[in-house]
């Protein structure tokens, strides 16, 4: 790096010091980085960030933290200084968190049994507007999106009736009731009840709740 850059300007949201201190021991000798600020939780990151948002580049952030979740974190953030990217550093790899984190514009995504090697990648990836999600990561990204896309072209084909007998069982209307509501018979709810399920890859009535309110069929 020349004398004319400015370091990378870093704030470190986690929990547990010894991560920060880890972190911060590890770019204690690389020029390109500067740890500006801490936070043992997410209102404080949060709070340093309004109190200055122009003095940090990066925020690093845990995703389980007291007070305010760094998804939260990062959603916020987001929304108010995009121009602040975010690398999340967890211990979680489920489809659930990493989902949730991707919605809040996460600009990267690595676990924290990552080595120094990839943590400096992801670094300088997101330092030069890119992104950066680690080896374990993607494949969690790939299937949910392949799923969500595979339950998307369900909804579409869908029929119209389909489409009423599924959004009175999310108002939680039994056969009976829904078969009154459309002047149809219970046998025939039934049927379009079985339908659902098999098309929907469901297995009981909450999923086919889920699947409804996902897909915007309808609403609680």
Known sequence: MSALQIPVSLLIAD???????????????????????????????FSMIKKDPALYHILLTDISMPLMSGTELCR???EQYPQIKVLILSMYNSTAVVKEAVLAEADGYILKNTGKEEFLSALHR??????????????LIYRQYHKEQQQSAVAAQLSAREKEVLALIVKECTSEEIAQKLF???KTVDTHRAHLLEKSNSRSTVGLVRFAIKNGLAEW
Not at 126 to 139: K, L, M, R
């Open 15 to 45: 929990d547990h010091q010894m991560i920060i201190d880890g972190i911060k021991s590890m770019l204690a000798q690389d020029a390109q980085y500067t740890v500006s600020g801490q936070a043992n939780n997410g209102v404080e990151a």
């Open 76 to 78: 916020k953030v987001k």
């Open 126 to 139: 997101i330092s030069q507007d890119g992104t950066y999600f680690s080896q374990e990561i993607v494949p």
């Open 184 to 186: 149809i018979s219970k």
